[in-house]
């Protein structure tokens, strides 16, 4: 499985269905080495069928269901202008053999089957099954339990597309046609071709089936990234005071709004002249060595003999290069790991970062989300439905406030709030994490700090003109909301499961974490906060808190009087 997707011929499919995967020994999961290419469909639980998915198909065209640890189903829908209409139903099917004891998948696959009946099906995998219908009349054995597949191709109109008698497995000097592609009448019309590739055949006693269907799925438009790393400083400040917009006096909320948007465009140009798009080499592979390169094509080479002699000796110089293949590729891969630990733990916060890893290298990774389930207890299953049930269970709608108790009251004398400095720009704009995910404008805060001497007084005559006028720009009130999964939930079509990550404008994050700081300096320099609170103070860690909790303890047991301690921790 691993060197099928070192091939790049691999990233040419966009679907890859897998029977009997390689199990990772430290959670459910399998081999995935092509994150940034196919999606992995995995369940929550031991497997023996997954399924790849190119990230180029649209995410909304697709749904997945999991029926049983052997059987899973993609749910496609066709494109609008092509000629194919409704959903199309992928079942990936793995049926153990019979000699194992153990139970067949064909009644969980009659069960799928039965659940889509007026829509068009494509049943595929390694059934284990020998019949004359797809081994061919001259293959002298026929499994009884044959008989059960061939009712229900029956039952559901389902026609062979696979090639007859053409072995799909090979071990040894044993060969049968076991993998097999089933499609019903109205994918046969858009059924291109369907064969055996044995050029594709890695270390695998099966060889490969691709089956190519004219269904032209809707397509993700491709993702445009800038390369900050080869960005070129000096066009990108030269760019930007060039065409940087003449501060002139704020003085309404629409001149504010038209300076804000001017400013944003202006640094956009910068960078669209100044950095180049991110070119991702798919075919790059951390710790991938030339010695590993040369052993994976003399086994290749090794295989295609053993295919064509099918001797004993061939056999055995076979085993012998593939075992030693892996071993380099082990030994490879374990020193590009080691390397990376120890690059991480000589770089600042680099311990806390492996620490982080290590907490979460058994969470589920995948960004494919499953059906959430609604206040009304049915399941959200496209994704505009999914999009307003995390909306509801992350923004709900909050009871009018009662204001009442507030009138007449008489305030403190206001406190002074000087306008704001170049100097508290500068040193907020240096203090933000460079390259942390920027907001829906794309502006890094490294950006900024590179175009810092040039835009400071442009920024600080734009804050203060907020204030004054009592106006946030719009552009500072936008952002993308990431869900993330919360770590170790055991339900997550529960919408409870995961958390919001609010995006926001980097502009606009530097005039909060200004206003941040002074207010912060405030509730310290006139005492607004009592000295037991902890969280959120500057010099305050969670080690004080212990001790104050362990002295505070000890403080009652020593009085005579009985004392009662209240811990809150406010949420909202």
Known sequence: MAPLFRDRRTREFDIIAVQEPWKNPVRDTTHHPLRMEFELLYPNGPARTCIFVNKRIAPSSWAVTYHASDLCTLHLRAADNSNARGAIHIHNVYSPPRATGATSSLHELAAALREHPNDQHIVLGDLNLHHPLWTGPEYGHQDPEADELIHLLERFSLHLASPQAIPTFARNDAQTTIDLVFVTAGIIEHLVKCQV????QQDSDHIPVTTVVDLSPPRCPPEARPNWRSSDIAKLKRTFEEILPRITPLHSVEILENFTDSLVQTIKQAIDISTPPLQVSPRSIPGWTKECKEAQMETRRMCRVLQRTRSEEDWERYRSMRNRKGRLIQKALQQEHRTKIEAAATKENG???????AQYRETDQSSHMPALRKPDLTYAEQPKEKLDTLREAFFPKHPQADLSDIEGFVYPQEVPWPDITEEEVRLAVQRAKPWKAPGPDGIPNGILQQLGPTM??????LYN??????????????????????????????PKSYRPIALTNTIGKILESIIARRMSYLAERLHLLPQSHIGGRRDRSTE??????VETVHSAWNSADPRVATLLKPSH
């Open 197 to 200: 590739r044995e050029d594709l």
């Open 351 to 357: 311990i806390w970062r492996l620490a982080k890893w």
């Open 456 to 461: 400071i007084p442009a920024l600080t005559s």
């Open 465 to 494: 003109a907020s204030l004054r006028l009592g106006h946030c720009p719009s552009h500072f009130r936008q952002s993308t909301t990431l869900a993330l999964r919360k770590h170790n939930k055991d339900d997550y079509t529960d």
């Open 544 to 549: 004080h808190a212990v001790h104050l909790l």
